[in-house]
């Protein structure tokens, strides 16, 4: 059978699936795939449960209105936060006594290899290993991945499988070595995340899939002041501003939400409220069911402490433009992610392009599992005001669609929904060209400029790329530990504090 044939075969039969989906919503093409798709397929399609973000797209097209069903999905790549986890912070739930027995093995995952970005075995990362070692009681480790969180990770990687294999077809049915680009942070919530992600994507796997990490002096998918010395000090004077201003009257609505929160957990009036480890404490007790105050269960409360903890942490890794250090703190802090993903699709087109319209030979899907820190940013950086705090295995989607002329375009989810870039581009949808000069543009940054600049000390009333270099700043890890305690009650959260690293939430 030549090769062709059989790559016609497989587009009809997608063509299929997204003809069904479309009629019948995704309920419906489930229940249609337990009778007529081979066994495999249909196994999967009945195991996937329909994750919030999708109930508003079930009376057309899974892509949406502003994809016509003649355009073709081209590559995908999404950024992920971990899944539910036990506290970071050290403050507000130990005296409420929680047992951290939530932990364990929630199912069998599909196995993973973990190696370095060049095929070296997986680097050791501290950090990592001091959390791993810090036993709380019940039983779990500091920031562990809990049962919930693993079925949380396999229940959006059944969502992927569905979306990208039963509805566009980009995926095969199995896991197929170089089908799939999987990259983790270098700590065990995000790895075993990845691991839950992929065995709802390719569910029965036996053999190991490769995923990549690396050091943290190498890493991307957050602000990693580890290899950036003027990031650095950008961020030590964010931190500082917080201090200050912490320091003034608040609103009558903040001090009335501090004195609530004060009385509910028994605190002096002098406490200030610490908002994100707050945030942190509160969020992981609720999720797993643990007891909490009642008066710290109401809407209001709860909300106030969402808004107030997501304020003080966006204006450490995306300041307010404002203060002047919007673009720069988002170019040197994300820029490498950013230019690395629209690179991947540019170079997606180029390989279609020489091959007279035929498929690229590289991965159809990227998956990068990071953080809140690493969502947050990237929403600033579309453009979208981030006034809630990403919740566990919030996820953001790039997809590359090719319409019939040729024409290239980016679609982005956030949370499974459609994010419109309609502010920037004039529509939902953005051609990939404006993509990258109108959304991402002012933000990207190679490797090797990224390493240049951030070796470099210059002027503060000056953007990343025009520069005046003044002094050489040694990039460093952490803050010193004097200032671990300044860096929570500005604002930086739970171990990013205590680690001294200001952006690193988790």
Same mark, same amino acid.
């Given at each position: 059978?030549?090769?062709?044939?059989?790559?016609?075969? !497989?587009?009809?039969?997608?063509?299929?699936?997204?003809?069904?989906?479309?009629?019948?919503?995704?309920?419906?093409? =489930?229940?249609?795939?337990?009778?007529?798709?081979?066994?495999?397929?249909?196994?999967?399609?009945?195991?996937?449960?329909?994750?919030?973000?999708?109930?508003?797209?079930?009376?057309?097209?899974?892509?949406?209105?502003?994809?016509?069903?003649?355009?073709?999905?081209?590559?995908?790549?999404?950024?992920?936060?971990?899944?539910?986890?036990?506290?970071?912070?050290?403050?507000?739930?130990?005296?409420?006594?929680?047992?951290?027995?939530?932990?364990?093995?929630?199912?069998?995952?599909?196995? +993973?290899?973990?190696?370095?970005?060049?095929?070296?075995?997986?680097?050791?990362?501290?950090?990592?290993?001091?959390?791993?070692?810090?036993?709380?009681?019940?039983?779990?480790?500091?920031?562990?991945?809990?049962?919930?969180?693993?079925?949380?990770?396999?229940?959006?990687?059944?969502?992927?499988?569905?979306?990208?294999?039963?509805?566009?077809?980009?995926?095969?049915?199995?896991?197929?070595?170089?089908?799939?680009?999987?990259?983790?942070?270098?700590?065990?919530?995000?790895?075993?995340?990845?691991?839950?992600?992929?065995?709802?994507?390719?569910?029965?796997?036996?053999?190991?899939?490769? +995923?990549?990490?690396?050091?943290?002096?190498?890493?991307?998918?957050?602000?990693? +002041?580890?290899?950036?010395?003027? =990031?650095?000090?950008?961020?030590?004077?964010?931190?500082?501003?917080?201090?200050?201003?912490?320091?003034?009257?608040?609103?009558?609505?903040?001090?009335?939400?501090?004195?609530?929160?004060?009385?509910?957990?028994?605190?002096?009036?002098?406490?200030?409220?610490?908002? +994100?480890? =707050?945030?942190?404490?509160?969020?992981?007790?609720?999720?797993?069911?643990?007891?909490?105050?009642?008066?710290?269960?109401?809407?209001?409360?709860?909300?106030?402490?969402?808004?107030?903890?997501?304020?003080?942490?966006?204006?450490?890794?995306?300041?307010?433009?404002?203060?002047?250090?919007?673009?720069?703190?988002?170019?040197?802090?994300?820029?490498?992610?950013?230019?690395?993903?629209?690179?991947?699709?540019?170079?997606?087109?180029? &390989?279609?392009?020489?091959?007279?319209?035929?498929?690229?030979?590289?991965?159809?899907?990227?998956?990068?599992?990071?953080?809140?820190?690493?969502?947050?940013?990237?929403?600033?950086?579309?453009?979208?005001?981030?006034?809630?705090?990403?919740?566990? =295995?919030?996820?953001?989607?790039?997809?590359?669609?090719?319409?019939?002329?040729?024409?290239?375009?980016?679609?982005?989810?956030?949370?499974?929904?459609?994010?419109?870039?309609?502010?920037?581009?004039?529509?939902?949808?953005?051609?990939?060209?404006?993509?990258?000069?109108?959304?991402?543009?002012?933000?990207?940054?190679?490797?090797?400029?990224?390493?240049? &600049?951030?070796?470099?000390?210059?002027?503060?009333?000056?953007?990343?790329?025009?520069?005046?270099?003044?002094? !050489?700043?040694?990039?460093?890890?952490?803050?010193?530990?004097?200032?671990?305690?300044?860096?929570?009650?500005?604002?930086?959260?739970?171990?990013? !504090?205590?680690?001294?690293?200001?952006?690193?939430?988790?």
């Amino acid at each position: 059978m030549s090769s062709s044939f059989v790559g016609r075969a !497989a587009k009809s039969a997608a063509n299929v699936r997204h003809l069904l989906a479309s009629m019948l919503g995704a309920g419906g093409a =489930l229940i249609f795939a337990k009778f007529v798709l081979p066994p495999g397929e249909a196994e999967a399609a009945g195991d996937f449960q329909q994750p919030a973000g999708e109930e508003h797209q079930q009376g057309g097209s899974p892509t949406s209105s502003s994809s016509s069903s003649k355009d073709e999905l081209q590559l995908v790549q999404v950024v992920f936060r971990h899944g539910a986890r036990t506290p970071l912070g050290k403050r507000y739930w130990p005296e409420l006594g929680p047992k951290w027995d939530v932990c364990g093995k929630a199912f069998d995952a599909v196995p +993973v290899e973990v190696l370095s970005l060049d095929g070296r075995p997986r680097p050791t990362n501290p950090d990592d290993e001091r959390q791993v070692n810090q036993r709380y009681p019940g039983g779990c480790s500091k920031g562990e991945l809990t049962l919930v969180g693993q079925e949380q990770a396999r229940e959006f990687g059944r969502w992927l499988r569905w979306r990208y294999h039963l509805v566009h077809g980009l995926l095969p049915e199995r896991h197929e070595p170089g089908v799939v680009n999987a990259r983790t942070t270098n700590y065990s919530r995000t790895v075993a995340t990845l691991q839950g992600v992929l065995s709802g994507l390719f569910p029965g796997t036996k053999e190991p899939i490769v +995923v990549h990490t690396t050091e943290e002096i190498d890493e991307i998918l957050y602000h990693n +002041v580890t290899s950036c010395g003027k =990031l650095y000090s950008l961020m030590k004077g964010l931190k500082q501003q917080l201090k200050e201003e912490m320091q003034k009257e608040q609103p009558p609505h903040t001090e009335e939400l501090q004195q609530r929160v004060q009385a509910a957990l028994g605190l002096p009036p002098e406490h200030k409220i610490h908002w +994100v480890d =707050l945030h942190d404490a509160m969020t992981t007790m609720l999720t797993h069911g643990k007891d909490i105050p009642a008066a710290l269960r109401e809407q209001a409360v709860l909300r106030g402490i969402n808004q107030h903890a997501t304020e003080r942490f966006m204006h450490l890794i995306a300041p307010h433009p404002d203060t002047g250090k919007h673009q720069e703190v988002l170019r040197l802090g994300m820029g490498v992610l950013m230019e690395m993903m629209v690179r991947r699709m540019e170079s997606h087109v180029a &390989e279609q392009t020489a091959a007279a319209g035929g498929s690229s030979t590289g991965p159809g899907m990227y998956l990068y599992s990071g953080h809140d820190s690493s969502l947050m940013p990237l929403l600033a950086a579309l453009g979208k005001p981030v006034t809630d705090w990403p919740p566990y =295995l919030s996820n953001l989607t790039l997809e590359l669609w090719r319409q019939p002329q040729g024409q290239q375009y980016v679609k982005v989810l956030y949370n499974q929904k459609e994010l419109p870039l309609t502010e920037l581009c004039g529509g939902p949808t953005c051609e990939l060209q404006q993509f990258r000069e109108r959304v991402l543009g002012p933000y990207l940054l190679t490797k090797d400029e990224h390493e240049k &600049e951030c070796l470099l000390h210059f002027l503060h009333d000056q953007p990343a790329g025009e520069h005046t270099e003044t002094e !050489a700043v040694q990039p460093g890890s952490a803050f010193p530990d004097d200032e671990a305690e300044a860096s929570s009650a500005a604002g930086g959260a739970g171990s990013a !504090a205590e680690a001294g690293t200001p952006a690193k939430r988790e």
